[in-house]
Structure formats: structure tokens, C-alpha cells
């Protein structure tokens, strides 16, 4: 420890865990590993999958319904489960095209913890922002971080719908946001990763924004690398998004491909696995791209790295990021990287990488087309990325910061 300070017991609180993708489950991963190297004691209770955190951090995994997992999608309960009042809380959400886990998990977060609440300096939530976290706040500083406004995911889904039914059934799907807005009011102290992911929050969840704490994320380099001794593909486009999600931007790749096929062979590599019955399968046939389409499935970090080894370009198409972890870790492969300038895109990349607008095929197909035919100016960005990951986003910052503010919270709450 520095500064003669004492270790902290830390609490972290994740509904979704896992590692490999998904901002939260990466963030949960570094953050208590770098926190436990500080010489913190971490805890984790987590949603599922399982976290596979290192030696040394105690994971506590609450039983659940898990009716999202893939292998199993929305399963019907045994009677014996349903018996369980939070379980029935949680099937009834989702039988009504809800979203209920948020609620759930902290409904189950509080009675896990409410006998354990003098065990911790500092309990920190990973935005479930959920009202049993608000009742652990009226026992232990807590502190939230919110990665970006969720009301912009439910603005995008509602706006891409193509049917009134579908309209209410994503407005259905968002409801929780209600109680998040509520939640997060009574934190003295909001972590977040960006200066626009702040506007935005302060705007839409009616917060002050000297309330919040910006810390950016960190990128794992250990993790995320540039490989040697494997050759780069001509004309070989990655993008880390599978995602029907409009927030993220697929559509807009796809058509760029199609349109860039017209006059070049190339390929595209989307990392992760399609939703079978999901609009971006059907827009493929469509645009009849089947054979310039690469679905990697679920990869390791050993093959993600090489993935981005291979690749000509990196690609983010989001429409909105509240940071852009898939930008940094591109760029720390030292692949080229075109990203949009939606939500704090521009605040990763900087002037490492070529920004288009979001939700523009036609710019992001141009830019494509620049990289792809400058071989120069591509290795220019890629050694460009690596340098600003290296220089600005570690996780040995972001722990140290984190550090202070939990800090910050545990004198605000030593006060009353």
C-alpha cells in the first residue's frame, strides 16, 4: 500500500460476470485483479456465468434462474424453484418480455450480504442499480459505476423497431431503467468511464455531474498484444460484434461490405456467434455476402489475439459507446482501427485511428477502402493505437483512481 493508507475490503457486485465479453464481466475481471495486486482484500458476488477470477479473490455466485443462458434459453422453472419468491419475481419478468435480472440480483445481493454488511469498507456495484443495492448503501459506503446511459440502448431499440408491437415490447424490455434512475440518485459518488459517457448520464438520470468520478477503463495488455510470427490476410476485416443490438452498429458494416464487394474480394470476421433467428443473419442473405461472412464462434484470448494478428483492419461500427473497450484492444494488437465518433468513441482513439459518423455505411466503406489500399498509412495507425494504449489506458491507472474514490465515499459516509 502507499501513502501508509490501510488495505480495503472491497465488495464488488456484478448481475452479468463474464470475462471474455461484455464490458461489465471484463471491468469486474481487471478491476479486482488489479485491486488484490494493490493489496486489497476483493470479494465478488456475481450474476452468472462464472467470473474465473484469479486465486485470491473470493467469488460468490448467487443462484439464480439464469434464464438467458444460450445453452438453455428461457427455460421453464421446476415448481420447486418457483416456490423461491425472487425466482418468481424474475420468471414472471422475462415470461412479459421483461428484463428483470437487475432487480433480482439485488434483491439477492442484499440478502446475501445483509449479515455480512460489517465485513466490507466499501461495497461497489457494477450497474444493476437496483433497489436492494440502494437499501446495502443504508449500511456500508456504496459506490455504482455506470458504464454509459442505458436509455440510449432503449432511444435506438425503439426507434429501429418496425412494428408497434415491437415498440412496446423494447419500452417492455427497458422498463428497469425507472428504478436505475431512481437507484443511482443516492450514490454520493458515480464511477464512470468517460467525459461523454458523464454528460450523457447527468442529462438523462438527472444527476449532478460533479457527482461523478471519471476513470477510464484500463486495456489488458497481457491479454491483448501484437502476436508475431503470424501474417496478415489482404483485405481481412475483424469486428468484435455479433450483436443484433442496433446500439452496436452491425447493420451499417454489413452494408459497407456489400457495397465494397462489388469491386474487391475481401472477408469479414465477426468475433462471437449470431443470434440464429436475429435480423442480422436474414440482412446477410439479403444482401446475398453469405460467402465474404466469417463467424468465429466463442474464442479464447489466445485466438482473439490471433484473430487481430491476421486482420488488415479493425472495424467498430457502434452507434453509441460509453468507452469502446473493443477499440482499445484492437488497438493494443497494434491492428488499424476504424471507429465512429458515437458516445466517447473519439475519446479512446484519438487521432490513432480513422472516426466516420456512426450509422454511415457509405463513410465507413470509404474508410475501409483507404486502409485496404494504404498499407503504409494502416501501419502508421496500427503502431499509433498501441503507442496511446500503452500511454493512456492501463489498469494500474484506473485501480488507482478507483482507490481513491472509494476513499471519497468512505469519509461522505463516515459523516452521517
Known sequence: MTNGEAPLRICLLSYRSNPHCGGQGVYIKNLSEGLKNRGHRVDVVSGPPDAQLDDGINVFQLPCLDLYNPEDLFRMPTLKELCSPVNLIEWLGVSTTGFPEPFTFGLRAYQFLRDKIHSYDIVHDNQSLSYGIWAIGKFVPTIATIHHPVTVDRDLAVRAASTFWEKIKQMRWHSFIKMQKMVARTFSRIITVSERAQRDISKDFYIPEQNFRIIPNGINTRLFYPATGIEREKNRIIVTNSSDTPLKGLYFLLLAVSKLIVTRRLR??????????????????????????????????????????????????????????????????????????????????????????????????????????????????????????????????????TVKAYREVIRDHSRF
Not at 364 to 393: C, E, M, S, W
Request: net charge negative; aromatic share 8%; proline share 7%.
Open 268 to 401: 469479414l470476421i465477426v468475433v462471437g456467434t449470431p443470434n440464429k433467428n436475429g435480423e442480422i443473419l436474414k440482412l446477410i442473405r439479403t444482401l446475398g455476402i453469405e460467402n465474404s461472412v466469417t463467424f468465429t464462434g466463442p474464442i479464447d484470448n489466445q485466438e482473439f489475439v490471433t484473430q487481430y494478428a491476421q486482420a488488415t483492419v479493425a472495424v467498430v461500427p457502434s452507434v453509441y459507446e460509453g468507452f469502446g473497450l473493443p477499440a482499445g484492444e484492437a488497438m493494443a494488437c497494434g491492428v488499424p482501427v476504424i471507429c465512429t465518433t458515437g458516445g466517447a468513441l473519439p475519446e479512446v482513439v484519438g487521432d490513432a485511428g480513422i472516426l466516420v459518423p456512426p450509422a454511415d455505411h457509405e463513410a465507413l466503406a470509404k474508410a475501409i477502402t483507404i486502409l485496404l489500399d494504404n498499407p503504409d498509412r494502416a501501419k502508421y495507425y496500427g503502431q499509433a493505437g498501441y503507442n496511446r494504449v500503452q500511454t493512456h489506458f492501463t489498469w494500474e491507472k484506473a485501480v488507482e483512481k
